[in-house]
């Protein structure tokens, strides 16, 4: 028998060997696999979109420095990304866990006190779950159910050639705050007793532990009466997300290193650490910022916003990304997004 | 700090502490957290499923005596049955999973052949998943949406005293299938060279192993035009489920023990293993059979199927379950499901 390992296919490609042989059998499904949400038929005017999200202990987070209140804010963020995404507005979620015995009850009361406060932010409905034991370790796995108006949804896979790129918020300050917990958490392990220095880096580590999802902008695009020609949240970085569109729209992209929002304390962050800040910008995931591409007509109707910025244009070079660096040189970025399987 | 151990709650009285505060934001929720599935608006006639289930490895499977195809396929199955036991038809489910490195990508195809074999059988779509890796073990959760008409949504809360308590199949046939397979897996660990002996037991291993959905039952419902006052699916045992159904109808019930349908091989394996087969049949989990009540009228429409027995009825002594044994005794039964935090 065969044995391939994981890594060979990565995340992405794994979850389309398995997917591939499934067919459709209710035509009610607008879109299965393959977007931030399925696409499914509500009524005559709303889809629900439905998508799902697992965290594991030791891969997507851990526990040394992670609050278990934020764990469980930033599970329920994370899925509500995803609806935005759509340009929808999320509505339900159901929680499954699997926890070890050494979780008392007053631990996982923590978890869901995280998920209630940003049940409450969103105004999300926790309609259901189930919770078990596990022989080792924790697992948070949430689906969310979400809605929008059929003529108002969007997918990775419409943006045409010479639509504007555009990112909301800044890139990279999820990242940094990660490499700064690490770096403390490594001391820690080396000298138990050191006091550990987080350099007051709130904005840093808030960005990691207890992230927001974009909302606002959904918001704003329901005022402007925009409807983005594409869009994707950026979780596992800006290249990833950016060939995630681009093949599915088959178009290519042309963005500048000077154009792309970063926070001052990113950047600095980043240098002090011996980190290009053109790594953490790009490379860098759990963002949780949506990244989409509108018509040259609706530039006039977002240029004015702080929160989103043009960071570049879309081409016809199917699957070609290129980053014009500040030196004017032009560079040709591959799909570098994090690679679970890897870690 | 207060520290409570999981097991002093259980599982039920876990998900109610941690749900409690949790308060309704949509009006479109029609039944959160405490059925078989949530009840959320989906258009003017009907309504949507929605519920979620996790399955750990060495928790609710063995992989040494379980084959992938086999797990995939039930993981969906006790989906289904939710759905079935609101009266429901299954749509689409949503799949998470981790996994260890040790898993090969042959190995999770199997299981996704599994699901997919399921999915054809009973007419459901595949819409969207998440798959990264554990640190050990590995974790299936799957969230499945159906649909019901508003007038024939069953919940657990419905019975009037005097309904016929009524159950699908048979039941018992699981737990003896779990016990055959418990009883070679300590054979082998103990003689890794003796050859194992399942004793032609098809029946008793495929009801453990590759158990079905009682679809069959809803269809008779909508063919002869019932709609039971309550329902449950038997997942954790007849005893438990009784108890859920009197609870949430604030009934009680008797039943009796010469009417619960327990098939001879059920039997007999239970007598030749030294387990009282009344223990087989109130307290084996997992037969994924329907148990539901029906008003006295609707008696005459069910009396001639097979594969419905009226095993006893319901009465207004809230949370009293009794058993009449075969020796005419009066037995008072304990709410005694698997507690799977027990384990």
Known sequence: MQTTPISQLGEFGLINHLTENFEAKN??????????????????EKYFLVS????????????????????????????????YAMNGKPLYITVSMALSSKYTVEAISEIYEGMKVACEKYR?????????????????????????????????NGAKPKDLICVSGDLGAAFMGLQLLEREKQVFIAHPGASTDLENQKFLLQRQLKPEARKDIVDIFAEKNIVPTSMIDVSDGLSSELHHLCKQSNCGAIIYEDKIPIQSDTYEMAVKMNIDPVTAMMNGGEDYELLFTISQNDYDKIKDEPEIRVI????????????????????????AGWKAFNN
Chains 1, 2 share one sequence.
């Open 52 to 83: 799902t999200d697992i965290l594991a202990e030791g891969i997507h987070f851990d526990l040394v420095y992670t609050p278990l209140k934020h764990l469980g804010y930033k599970a329920v963020v994370v899925n509500l990304s995803d609806v």
């Open 312 to 335: 570049g244009y879309t081409t016809e070079f199917a699957n070609v990304v290129e980053l014009i660096t500040k030196g004017n040189n032009k560079v040709k970025i591959d799909a």
């Open 27 to 44: 035509k009610s499904v607008i879109k299965g696999v393959g977007d931030d949400c399925a696409v499914i038929e509500k009524d005559d």
């Open 124 to 156: 999300v409905d926790l309609i259901g779950g189930d919770t078990t034991s596990s022989l080792k370790g924790l697992f948070l796995s949430i689906t969310i159910i979400g809605e929008v108006a059929k003529e108002k949804v969007v997918y990775r």
